[in-house]
């Protein structure tokens, strides 16, 4: 009996963690994080995936607490974290499918937006980044024609961005960041609630995800087709966004300082 009770045990354990990997599974990636995180090349990994997860940053939270971080100082808005392929059925999306390097001479003519909307803050270049999310999560979207090329991965992930004009439509309704030096009686926070409501209503569908002390609005996501069309994410993807991303009852939308 006790057996059989160590083994439920161990089962329900691996399930939850399994699960915190799956949702948050790309949540290990930060900006500028090089290509070595893909340790093991596994081409087994690449197996059916639903929907892409596409992770927008504020950059106004992503450097808050970092040593040797920086904005340039033409990013305005959210910038682009990574476009992840995405499983219905566990959750878990495939990464680190192929060895496929990034060839830098192959997106050359995307460089412009790919610096703009694309960045990275930390110290490893932009090529870096880019790399790393390519090896990652690009190489294990290799089946679908708006993904199937390094060009094409980045060229239709930057469209789609263009497209969505997030900062614009939050700002219509208000919801703008502020400085956390803002001479007013207090500064102005956010229900999560009411930026995803505002999402909603402008059919973007975003999930608001915040910074690991729940303070900051760190990140948006959106659940993508394979058309890359923004759909509403269902209700388990919501919820592990939610739950491995927490936030406080108010939240800050800081300005971005550079």
Sequence with gaps: ????????????????LLSIQI?????????GVTSSSCK??????EKYFDYYLLSMTWP??????KSNCSIPPFVKGFTIHGLWPNS?????????????KLNINEIKPLLPQLQKLW???????????????????????LKNLKTNTQF???????????????????????????????????????????????????????????????KYL?????????????VECSESVIEGIHEHNKCNDSIYFPEIEY
Aim: glycine share 4%.
């Design 88 to 100: 219905d059925k566990n959750s878990l999306g495939p990464t680190c499918c192929y060895n496929e």
């Design 40 to 45: 093991k090349i596994n081409q087994a990994n």
């Design 218 to 230: 760190s990140e948006l996501r959106f659940c993508v087709d394979k058309e890359l069309r923004v």
């Design 60 to 65: 106004g939270s992503f450097c808050v607490g």
């Design 152 to 214: 094409n991965y980045f060229q239709n992930t930057l469209q789609l961005v263009e497209k969505l004009k997030i900062f614009e439509k939050l700002k219509k309704y208000g919801i703008v960041p502020t400085s956390s030096n803002s001479k007013q009686n207090s500064v102005i926070t956010y229900k999560r609630d009411w930026i995803e409501s505002v999402l909603d209503l402008v059919d973007l569908y975003g999930i608001v995800a915040c910074s690991k002390d729940g």
């Design 23 to 31: 949702i948050n599974a790309s949540n290990s990636d930060s900006n």
């Design 119 to 141: 960045p990275s803050f930390s110290q490893n270049t932009n090529e870096q980044f880019w790399e790393h999310e390519w090896l990652k999560h690009g190489t294990c979207s």
């Design 1 to 16: 009996m006790k057996f059989i009770i160590i083994v439920a045990f161990t089962l329900i354990l691996l399930q939850l």
